[in-house]
């Protein structure tokens, strides 16, 4: 009995024991999920246009006086508009003009050496054809009575009153003076075209025409004119004046292009490296202008720590750009701004590393995102996202990947 009722009572513990453990959820009953909320990702102006002051600069260009003499007029005057080509002043050389004529003299003489030597030669072909027909007209006359005896001879021969030597010697005659004559009328036909060896002739006269075009362009030099289109902002020259030649009479500021110089870091000038051209505001001047990259520096400035930039502008108003004036150059354009951007709240935070949750369907799934520039409250994404696509901005951090939630319950959802 002791027995029976010890194992009685063991079977009511263990029944006991089973009861009080936890009851499992019946099967398709659901958790409870999170309420969550979402926003696009969209493209959004991150920042203000990046600027730097930039300083017009003409580029100058000196007036040089390629040959002395005396000043005989001065045209153009400081302050004054210029052209290419335009005549500043004139100068008085009476050796240049020397030197001219007596190369122009050299050359005459030298053509008409020229000259002169072919029509010699022609004089002489021309009198061995007078020579050459006269002796023709001798022959044939020659043969006419030689061909006249020879008939003679054998008419004499016939009636006896000629030896057969007699005739032999009459053609004999006869036919050399034939001869004689076919050999003149080749000699006629093989007069050759009268030539001549002017070589040293020609020689001179190259080296005299040489002489002469830098004679001309010496005396050309005597008027000083503008090497480019500008403002002559410097003429300290007068009427009667000496010059020396290689002497600096002037300055002219060149207007086109105009350059405007700036000094970049090292951060804008990855901003410029790709760009050819760039955009600039002048100050009191409403309109956007836009300018040429011609140089950027490779190497920084150890001095100003800094990176050379020179843009070119087709600008030549004074009124509007003026030497040292003040610009403002735009180092990235409006559309450089427009960036994809999330909200600086979805993104969590792990160490270096950034991420967001991303919902797509009924699951969120977590993305690893690379950072750009901040505007708080957004930051710009370079990758991780697309535009479009929904992160979670509710209380990301306490969200897991793959981590499901109901569609009925996200708010912000469009």
Do not use: H, W
């Not at 009427?239 to 290689?246: C, D, H, V």
Request: charged share 25%; glycine share 6%; hydrophobic share 35%.
């Amino acid at each position: 009995m002791k027995t029976i009722s010890m194992l009685t009572l063991c079977l009511a513990i263990i029944a006991g024991c089973k009861s009080s453990g936890p009851e499992e959820q019946p099967a398709g009953s659901e958790q409870t999920l999170k309420t969550i909320k979402v926003e696009k990702v969209v493209k959004q102006r991150i920042a203000d246009p990046v600027v730097r002051a930039g300083e017009v600069q003409f580029a100058p260009y000196d007036v040089i006086a390629k040959m002395g003499g005396e000043v005989q007029q001065v045209l153009k005057k400081r302050g004054d508009l210029v052209q290419e080509g335009d005549v500043i002043m004139t100068l008085d050389s009476s050796d240049a003009k020397f030197q001219r004529d007596k190369a122009a003299m050299a050359v005459e003489n030298a053509q008409n050496a020229i000259t002169q030597a072919k029509v010699q030669a022609q004089k002489e072909v021309e009198k061995s054809k007078a020579e050459l027909r006269s002796a023709i007209q001798k022959s044939e006359q020659s043969v006419v009575e030689l061909t006249r005896s020879y008939n003679k001879a054998r008419n004499d021969l016939d009636v006896g009153q000629a030896t057969k030597i007699q005739v032999s010697q009459a053609e004999s005659q006869l036919n050399n003076a034939r001869r004689d004559l076919e050999q003149l009328k080749q000699q006629q036909q093989q007069i050759p075209q009268p030539t001549v060896s002017t070589k040293d002739l020609e020689l001179s006269l190259r080296e005299a025409q040489m002489s002469l075009q830098e004679a001309e362009k010496a005396v050309a030099a005597l008027d000083v004119k503008a090497p480019v289109s500008g403002i002559l902002t410097e003429m300290p020259v007068e009427a009667r004046m000496s010059l020396q030649p290689g002497a600096k009479i002037g300055l002219i500021q060149k207007l086109s292009p105009t350059v405007i110089k700036a000094q970049l870091t090292e951060d804008q000038t990855k901003l410029v490296n790709a760009k050819s051209q760039l955009s600039f505001t002048v100050q009191g001047a409403s309109q956007i202008f836009k300018g040429k990259v011609s140089y950027l520096s490779k190497v920084i400035d150890p001095e100003t720590k800094s990176y050379e930039l020179d843009v070119e502008s087709a600008i030549n108003d004074m009124t509007t750009m003026k030497p040292g004036m003040k610009v403002q150059l735009q180092l990235t354009d409006e559309q450089d701004q427009m960036a994809l951007v999330v909200p600086t709240y979805s993104i969590v935070k792990e160490g270096e590393d950034s991420s967001a949750f991303v919902l797509t369907g009924d699951t969120v799934e977590k993305r690893k995102l690379q950072l750009g520039r901040l505007n708080d409250p957004f930051q710009e994404v370079l990758g991780g996202v697309a535009e479009g696509e929904l992160v979670i901005t509710s209380n990301p951090a306490q969200l897991k990947d793959k981590e499901k939630v109901n569609p009925g319950l996200i708010e912000g959802k469009p």
